[in-house]
């Protein structure tokens, strides 16, 4: 089946306006994950969809940054007012439940540039 | 080891050889762990994974070591291939799932014929 699919695949914007970023998880997927990927570094967590349950939203960097996961499907990750430091790429992922790294599929992330 | 910028550290092998990459962590609560594997323009890929209740797990061409003691990680890769060639990350977890992973910063193996 198709794995975890992120639209669009690049966006450059400029500084101060806001974008939208969607994930598709894997179909049955109960968890959705988000991660921010700064060039040449590792991924650092942003916000984890479980279920029905409350979000953990404690990697969120600031009130600029917010996500929504509509019908236990697709999310999207929305960044206002951007800055240049939210220049990364925005990985996505998902997993049946609180899954394993070996049930967990990344996407191949959205690579944002502000300028 | 640990990086900064855009100098990730590089591991040079030779195909055929076997390579050893290094992770150290510090946060004495972690229970989970995990190697992936990024190549270029692509999201990580699972490689391996082991939980605090081992030192050492094996799967096809790959072995992870946990040494909770100095809080190091190893993945340990046989007869190197092209295709490993990529950044490898270790990640970790303190809620015994994959739900809120804190990740190194990487190494990338470049695999030489």
């Known amino acids: 089946g198709a794995g975890v699919s992120q639209s669009p695949s690049n966006k450059v914007t400029e500084k101060g306006k806001d974008v939208e970023l969607r994930c598709d998880p894997i179909s049955g997927h109960t968890a959705l994950y988000w991660y921010r990927q700064s060039l040449g570094q590792g991924l650092e967590f942003l916000i984890y969809f479980q279920g029905n349950s409350a979000p953990d939203k404690s990697g969120l960097p600031s009130d600029r940054f917010s996500a929504e996961r509509t019908g236990g499907s697709v999310s999207t990750l929305t960044i206002q007012r951007t800055q240049q430091e939210d220049s990364a790429v925005y990985l996505c992922?998902?997993?049946?439940?609180?899954?394993?790294?070996?049930?967990?599929?990344f996407g191949p992330g959205t690579r944002l540039l502000v300028l | 080891g640990e990086s900064v910028g855009l100098h990730l550290p590089t591991l040079s092998v030779q195909e055929g050889d076997n390579s050893i990459i290094n992770c150290a962590y510090s946060?004495?609560?972690?229970?989970?762990f995990i190697w992936y594997k990024q190549e270029s323009g692509k999201g990580p890929q699972f490689i391996i994974d082991i939980r605090s209740n081992m030192d050492k797990r094996q799967g096809q061409r790959v072995t992870v070591l946990l040494n909770k003691t100095v809080k190091h990680l190893s993945l340990q890769i046989a007869a190197t291939q092209p295709g490993d060639s990529a950044v490898y990350f270790c990640?970790?977890?303190?809620?015994?799932?994959?739900?809120?992973?804190?990740f190194g910063t990487g190494t990338r193996l470049q695999v030489t014929l």
């Open positions: 990640a970790e977890s303190s809620t015994g799932t994959a739900s809120k992973l804190t």
């Open positions: 992922a998902s997993s049946p439940e609180q899954g394993s790294g070996e049930t967990q599929y």
């Open positions: 946060n004495s609560a972690s229970d989970y």
